[in-house]
């Protein structure tokens, strides 16, 4: 039986044997691994991208102040992005869950239509989700939009629900009786956390220092634009993003005002875009 | 059912089992005779990356009909068929001859007398017209003064004509959505794989999204060994069936409603029928293998519409209920492909069950912290329509019109009317629960099961729990008075506010869904037997909307032409001709049960023979009232009247209708209409011998009166004049 440490570094290997550069998380807090620049970047021009990472994602509203054995405020993706899409990609999944021990003989595998889009990023993908004996374990998407224009060449997402996988493998009822490695449970390193970041994000966030930080975050983001730096202009991409999400799960948006902020992060996320290609044009017709 | 356990011999499994048989090679007999070819059999397997369940069945609909319409007059072929999975788009078309029908096509040129000199001899210009479709001047032929152009040819070899069906046919295919996944930016529904096209034993080449065709065939994508190289079409679904691919929808279906009905049999109950998880079922699996599971007691406390909406909708497993309809604790998961460590499978569908189950009963301990009457505060933020504001003030509206039918409905119908007040007051609170929120199918549903747990009395917890009732067609509606009063008020607010906000369905547009919302109202309105006033009910619904309204009557009687659309198409469904129920239209919604009561008073006395002529004789009153412009209401008076046939109608129809009225206000329309049908020799009598329309103006108008009151008397039960002989 796998550790949770163990199956990350079996999908590292075998995502590295086929090609792809192994990077590290992004150091920003993220709602998931698609924001970071890895993907965000890597599927907007034809320059081809193989990239598999880890990435801690962060989802205030879910938090369950560590009660629901299945909820989680904060928690890993495994994320693998491709371009050009190798052909019989799905067969090559399949494979990757054989090296994580999951033989999908000795399961249902299933394939349920699941279409991606994130408002916030004017971005839309055709997929999956991919059950494993009625369990959502990964998240399969092939990148048609982003920024609102069509993406050619096509990328394609696979993003693996760790927790969900270990759970499944350990046959745990509960996340936080998960194997983590080392001696130590899920629960031991994550709990506490758990406990506190939903009283933080439920009970005590200040939310005019939240909103605060969202109004100069989306400025100095707008001021980078204005400087044709697209890296930094993104990080305040994240970050507003991120601050939204916290300031929705402390109740401080009402429905109204919700599609404002939705608006302003999508606005600033497509110049940054625009810029970005701008900026990597040339590169993306030699590569191409 | 077809068993799958029969084999195929050894020695033929094998015959096709190794890729390598190269069958192309070495088959060509130089020296064979010139005999005509044989007609030979084609297939098409478009092999896909999982097609979502709902796009299967209406492409292959797609892919039968367009290939029929492609091939038509294009090659003599045989039957013509389509099967399909999640991976497999398959058509098969039976003896395709070899070659195509021949083809004759005429081509329009010029005037003969412009290209064609004098002498006989052709211009450049026509000679290059000629050229174009590779013949001589002289070839061409005159037809009343044109020169034509005609052209024959030898039918193309089918393989060519195949080839571009293929590449049309998918290309046109229409996916409710489409992707695309590689550098030529082809759009399908999902990733093509392969392509397998066969004509007989020859591969049919075609290259379509980078994908070259071939003949490899492939089976389940996780139980299948290598793909298989077929000779020819005959073996294609035998090869599938091995691969663990049952390729017939049909086939497919009966496999898995007879393996769940097997599956079920030791809990002594079985699945519930859901023909909509069946059908997604039959195209979410290419071999269907039903795995019976357990519930656990604690998650049976649960609301049943909440357990089973989890497992159908969140899951797709199939509920086990009893005979009685109630749940049992069971389940059944259906898995795709083999019976090979089942028992990791069950475990697996029990424990993301349980998650689900925990996170429900979550949601639902969350909700049920606080009473429905304090969430009233948060419908204030959630907007009902951008021109009808918030559901707060929805519900505002809601509340008042209830109380103004309770207060019309006082002496015919009595309700509750604190309870229904309630009710009407707490609606629509579920729709801030996480429940709801997470599972928006069971509003109402929760809000019933929140009243019972704040303590609420039952025919408050019942007009919540029922406010959306009915939900489709054939579904009950609500069961108490109070319940039906509720759930009336928010239909009538619904469709008088979309209408005020100028959202009024058009053909097949009807977001807010306000054909079947009308339709509820006619279906509580005849089943409860409640007689409202819908004209006034209406008027009062426009008055509340937060819109102004130019015209507000015009408004109200565009929502009543409306409603009565719905219940006209109701009462013919229910087998009454429409001229009978165009008799009843006046009043009909002033009281609508006692319309259906009247229509059916008229369906009855139609079957009498004496009807016919009297419908004849009314439409003949009715026409001379028409054209006479007759409005006139006022009764005849006997002393003016002048022939004995004007006094002895006058005496007929006042006796019937004493008669008829005895028997209607008893509620007695057949009977009432009986009653009036004795004046009909009277009123044939009277056409027979005096003129309305006569010259002393004082005599007419009281004939016009007398047929006045006849009319009335009639259209109390019904217009004889719309009834069609």
């Known amino acids: 039986m796998k550790s949770f440490q163990e199956i990350i570094l079996e999908l590292q290997s075998f995502w ?27 599927a907007l021009t034809a320059v081809p991208a193989r990239f598999a990472y880890v990435e801690p994602s962060r989802r205030p509203a879910d938090g369950r102040y560590g009660d629901n054995p299945n909820r989680l405020g904060k928690y890993y993706q495994f994320q693998v992005i491709l371009k050009p899409v190798p052909s019989g990609i799905t067969d090559l999944y399949q494979k990757s869950l054989k090296a994580i021990g999951l033989d999908p003989k000795q399961h249902d595998l299933r394939w349920i239509e699941d279409d991606w889009e994130s408002p916030t990023l004017g971005a839309s993908g055709v997929g999956w989700e991919v059950w494993l004996d009625g369990m959502e374990i990964t998240q399969f998407t092939y990148f048609q939009q982003m920024g609102s224009m069509p993406l050619l060449p096509v990328s394609v997402e696979i993003t693996y629900g760790l927790e969900r996988i270990a759970m499944h493998l350990q046959k745990k009822d509960s996340v936080y009786d998960l194997e983590y490695g080392g001696g130590l449970t899920y629960g031991d390193l994550h709990k506490s956390q758990e406990r506190e970041f939903s009283r933080y994000h439920f009970e005590t966030a200040d939310t005019a220092l939240l909103s605060r930080h969202f109004n100069e975050w989306e400025a100095e983001g707008g001021r ?44 600033l996320a497509r110049k940054v875009m625009q810029l970005y290609i701008e900026k990597n044009a040339p590169k993306a017709v030699e590569a191409a | 059912m077809m068993s799958l356990k029969k084999k195929k011999s050894p020695l033929e499994a094998m015959a096709f089992s190794d890729g390598q048989i190269p069958y192309e090679a070495g088959r060509k007999k130089a020296s064979s005779p010139p005999r005509k070819a044989p007609a030979r059999d084609f297939l098409l397997d478009v092999h896909t990356e999982p097609l979502p369940a709902r796009f299967v069945a209406p492409v ?14 294009k090659a003599p072929h045989g039957e013509i068929s389509v099967s399909g999975t999640l991976r497999h788009l398959i058509v098969t078309v039976k003896s395709v001859s070899p070659k195509g029908h021949d083809k004759s096509e005429k081509f329009k040129g010029p005037k003969e007398q412009a290209w064609k000199l004098p002498d006989g001899k052709f211009t450049p210009a026509a000679e290059g017209f000629a050229r174009k479709y590779g013949l001589c001047a002289a070839d061409l032929k005159p037809e009343d003064g044109i020169l034509y152009a005609e052209v024959h040819s030898k039918g193309e070899a ?12 998918l290309k046109s295919l229409q996916f409710p959505k489409s992707m695309t996944w590689e550098p030529s930016g082809f759009k399908f529904g999902r990733p093509i794989r392969a392509l397998t096209c066969l004509l007989g034993d020859k591969v049919v080449a075609v290259e379509l999204a980078g994908v070259k065709s071939g003949r490899a065939v492939y089976g389940h994508p996780v139980l299948a060994k290598a793909p298989t190289v077929l000779k020819d079409p005959s073996k294609h679904s035998a090869v599938l069936r091995q691969g663990l691919v049952i390729i017939d929808p049909a086939e497919r279906r009966e496999y898995l409603l007879k393996a769940l009905e097997l599956t079920t049999k030791k809990t002594g109950g079985r699945t519930e029928d859901d023909a909509e998880l069946i059908d997604e079922t039959v195209f979410m699996v290419e071999h269907p293998v039903p795995i019976l599971s357990k519930l656990r007691e604690e998650h049976m406390k649960l609301p049943a519409a909440l357990l089973k909406l989890v497992m159908k909708k969140q899951l797709k497993f199939f509920p086990v209920m009893a005979r009685d309809g109630s749940l049992l604790p069971y389940f059944v998961g259906v898995r795709d492909g ?4 089942n028992a990791l499978v069950r475990e697996g569908y029990q424990r993301v069950l349980e998650a689900r189950f925990n996170d429900a009963a979550f949601f639902l301990g969350r909700d049920a912290a606080s009473t429905l009457e304090s969430k009233l505060p948060l419908l204030e933020r959630v907007m009902y329509q ?6 707060s003030q929805k519900a505002a509206r809601v509340e008042s ?5 309770g207060s019309h409905l006082r002496h015919t119908a009595p309700i509750d009317e604190r309870a229904a007040s309630s009710a009407a007051r707490l609606v629509y609170a579920d729709l801030v629960t996480d429940v709801v929120r997470e599972f928006p199918e069971l509003q109402g549903q929760m809000g019933g099961v929140y009243a019972r747990n704040d303590g609420l009395d039952e025919r408050v917890a019942l007009a919540i729990e029922q406010f959306y009732f009915p939900v489709a067609a054939k579904t009950p509606i609500p069961a108490t008075p109070e319940a039906a009063v509720v759930s009336l008020a928010g239909k009538l607010d619904s469709l008088s506010g979309c209408f005020a906000a100028g959202l009024i369905p058009t053909g097949s547009s009807d977001p807010y869904a306000l054909r079947r919302q ?11 037997q409640l007689p409202l006033d819908l004209e006034q009910a209406l008027e009062e619904a426009v008055k509340l909307q937060p819109v102004v309204v130019p015209g507000p009557g015009k408004l109200s009687a565009q929502l009543a032409d409306f409603v009565w659309g719905r219940a006209q198409s109701l009462f013919e469904e229910m087998g009454y001709a429409s001229d009978e129920v165009r008799s009843i239209r006046e009043g009909a919604l002033k009281d609508l049960p006692n319309a259906f009561r009247r229509l059916a008073a008229v369906r009855a006395v139609r079957r009498e023979p004496a009807f016919e002529s009297l419908a004849a004789s009314f439409k003949r009153a009715a026409n001379i009232l028409r054209q006479a412009k007759s409005e006139n209401s006022e009764p005849p008076d006997r002393a003016l009247l002048q022939d004995e046939a004007d006094f002895d109608l006058y005496d007929a129809l006042v006796g019937a209708e004493g008669a008829a009225n005895d028997r209607i206000v008893r509620g007695d329309f057949e009977g009432g209409l009986k009653s009036l049908v004795a004046v009909k020799p009277f009123l044939d009598l009277f056409f027979e011998k005096v003129m309305v329309m006569v010259e002393d103006e004082s005599l007419k108008r009281q004939r016009l009166a007398l047929l006045g009151k006849l009319a009335r008397a009639f259209k109390r039960v019904a217009d004889l004049s719309e009834i069609q002989s």
């Open chain 1, 16 to 42: 590295s044997r086929e090609g792809c550069a192994v990077v590290q998380p992004y150091d920003l807090e993220k709602g998931a691994g698609t924001f970071n620049p890895a993907t965000f970047f890597g």
């Open chain 1, 224 to 267: 980078l634009t204005a400087l044709a730096d697209p890296l930094p202009a993104y990080d305040c991409v994240v970050r507003i993003s991120h601050l939204f999400n916290t300031l929705e799960a402390r109740g401080a948006i009402s429905v109204t005002e919700r599609a404002q902020y939705v608006t302003r992060v999508r606005n």
């Open chain 2, 60 to 73: 292959l609909e797609q892919l039968r009909t367009g290939a029929a319409k492609w091939l038509e007059g």
């Open chain 2, 158 to 169: 089918s393989s060519a004509l195949l080839q571009a069906m293929i590449l049309d046919l």
């Open chain 2, 338 to 341: 083999l019976s090979c460590g």
């Open chain 2, 386 to 391: 951008k021109a009808l504001g918030s559901i």
């Open chain 2, 401 to 405: 019109l209830v109380s103004w039918m």
């Open chain 2, 518 to 528: 009308a339709l509820g109202v006619v279906r509580i309105l005849l089943e409860k």
